[in-house]
C-alpha cells in the first residue's frame, strides 16, 4: 500500500508499460524531428552553385554550343573529316578553337582508340579561358 492506495502488481505493470511506451514514443518523435531538420538544414546549404562555378557552367554551354555548331560543319566537310571517328573529333576540336587544339594536341594529335584526359582536361580549360577572353574583349568594345 502506497499513501493508502492499493495497486495490484498487474496494474502495476500495466502503468509502468503504458510510461515506458510514452517515453518510447517522445524519444522516437524527438529523432524524427531532428532527421527532418537535418534534411532540411542540408537542402538550403545546397541550394545554389558557388558564383565561380556558375560563371564555368555558362563557359561550358557555351563550349558544348560550339562543339554542336562543329560537329554541323564537320559532317558538312565530308571525307576529310569523316574517315575514322578519331579524325572527326580531332576536327571537331580543331573548330572550337585551333589554338587551343594546337596547344594541346598539336605536336601528338588523337589516334584511334586513345583516350588522353589530361590532354582533354587541358584543352577545356585552354577553350575556357580562350571564350572568357573574347568575351571581356567585346565587353571593352561595348563600353567604349
Known sequence: TVVGVRICSCQLQTLLSTRN???MRVRYLL???V?????LAGNQVEAGPKKRNQRSSHLDKDIKQRRTECEALVQHLGEQCTE???GRENCILRCISEACYDE???TDPLEEGEVDTVRGRAFRA???NALRQKREEERKVGTE
Not at 35 to 39: D, R, T, W
Open 35 to 39: 532527421l527532418v531538420a537535418f534534411l
Open 104 to 106: 594541346s594536341y598539336g
Open 31 to 33: 529523432c524524427l524531428l
Open 126 to 128: 585552354c577553350a575556357r
Open 21 to 23: 511506451f510514452i517515453k
Open 84 to 86: 575514322t571517328s578519331i
